[in-house]
């Protein structure tokens, strides 16, 4: 394999709080680890780490080790469930939820040590549109919104797109669909934020999928496991399955943006060939 090959950069988001983002974040990364790919999961919620909890794994270092310069980034990758690795975030750290500029800079950059090693990065970021939130989408690939039906939802995933596009320029938005109540309104809930972004916004938005409401995701958050490992069967396990097919045929990044972003190193090796 070509060892300066593009790393896909997904960011989990969507604004507002509760609407399932990790429970995405962790069954995706499971589910394209199921197709070969090498995969680590960063909890980006930097000071209100749950990812490790959410799984039951427990870590001898974190990212506040790694900024205070007590070990390496490799240092702090965990071996998560179905051979994924996951970097694990600080608990309850208030310095992490205000990081300036040149440390989420650092943060970014720092990932360029393990490139060698990995096929896919997906990052799960925190609520709302502070700047943690905003330093690592912007820095991402791929940008994938995950909605629910409540009001809320929509209006926050509508909030933070506007931000994104207003004030950055970025225009192109993956959407998914979580704790679908019925086989119809994942695609109805896309069209009605699509019919906010035609309206207000020049954006593109793509539907990705919808995750079925199932009583097992609730059952493996009280197990502390995955539900995509824990009920490999269930209906949202094998909604995973779907888009994790979806996601792999995305296109490779081929050349820098000309801002900060993870792997840069490799997007300029490649775009000068």
């Given amino acids: 394999m070509d060892s300066a090959r593009s790393v896909q950069v997904i ?22 680890a199921k197709l070969g790919r090498r995969v680590v999961l960063l909890d980006g919620d930097l000071g209100l780490a749950n990812i490790d909890v959410l799984l039951g794994l427990s870590q001898q270092y974190t990212l506040v080790d790694l900024f205070e310069g007590r070990c390496e980034l490799s240092d702090v990758l965990l071996r998560g469930p179905g051979g994924i690795r996951i970097v694990p975030a600080a608990s309850g750290i208030q310095s992490m939820m205000h990081l300036s500029p040149a440390q989420h800079a650092g943060l970014i950059h720092a990932f360029s040590e393990i ?11 925190a609520a709302g549109i502070g700047s943690s939130v905003i330093s690592l989408v912007r820095a991402a690939h ?50 009605k934020l699509g019919k906010i972004t035609d309206r207000f916004l020049s954006v593109k938005l793509q539907y990705v999928g919808a995750v079925p ?61």
């Avoid at 988001?13 to 499971?30: E, I, Q, R, Y």
């Avoid at 209006?155 to 938005?173: C, E, S, V």
């Avoid at 990044?253 to 300029?268: C, K, T, Y």
């Fill in 11 to 32: 960011a989990v988001t969507g604004g507002k709080g509760g609407v399932g983002k990790t429970t995405v974040a962790v069954n995706l990364s499971l589910a394209l």
């Fill in 115 to 125: 490139g060698d090693s990995l096929d896919v990065l997906v990052i799960d970021t």
């Fill in 142 to 191: 791929e940008v994938l919104l995950v909605v629910c039906d409540e009001p809320t939802s929509i209006t926050d995933a509508y909030a933070l797109i506007k931000l994104l596009n207003r004030d950055y320029g970025m225009d192109r938005f993956r959407v998914l669909v979580n704790m679908e109540q019925s086989p119809k309104e994942g695609r109805a809930l896309f069209a």
């Fill in 213 to 273: 409401y199932d009583e097992c995701a609730r059952r493996a958050v009280q197990k502390q496991r995955a539900i995509y490992e824990h009920f490999p069967r269930s209906k949202c396990a094998l909604a995973f399955q779907e888009i994790a097919l979806k996601v792999d045929a995305w296109p490779l990044p081929a050349s820098p943006r000309g801002h900060i972003e993870f792997f840069v190193d490799r997007l300029v090796h490649n775009s000068r060939r």
